[in-house]
């Protein structure tokens, strides 16, 4: 959702940042590990900061730092995520600029799907000369 978001707004290499700035999850060895995990752990964030910048952003052609926009939007999405899964809780209150995309829940082989066929698009849309 993001990636799309920032496609329309900022261009292509922005969508891409956004679609891969979670793949140093992968390749860490801590896995998917929520912000407030993070801030308590910053050997988490500099690693997966590491990892993008001499893996995943020299094989993509892609930005060693990720843009602001894709901190922005990635910040600003789970604003749409806690109200698409969510009970309301008073801390949400901090969360109160939304993207306005509409959250849908797939299965794993729908997400992948869906990845895949953004990547490919992102992708292509470079092949064309589309920033």
Known sequence: HTARWLRLRYGVTSALCALLHDAPEALSGFGDVGRPVKGLAPIIGRTEDDIYRRAVSKRFGLPSELPA???????????????????????????????????????????????????DALMDCRARGAE
């Open 69 to 119: 926009e894709v901190h922005e939007a990635d910040s600003r999405i789970l604003s749409d995520e806690l109200a698409a899964n969510l009970a309301p809780m008073e801390w949400h209150g901090k969360h109160t600029n939304p993207l306005g995309v509409t959250i849908r829940c797939w299965y794993p082989d729908q997400a992948k799907e869906e990845f895949l066929m953004t990547f």
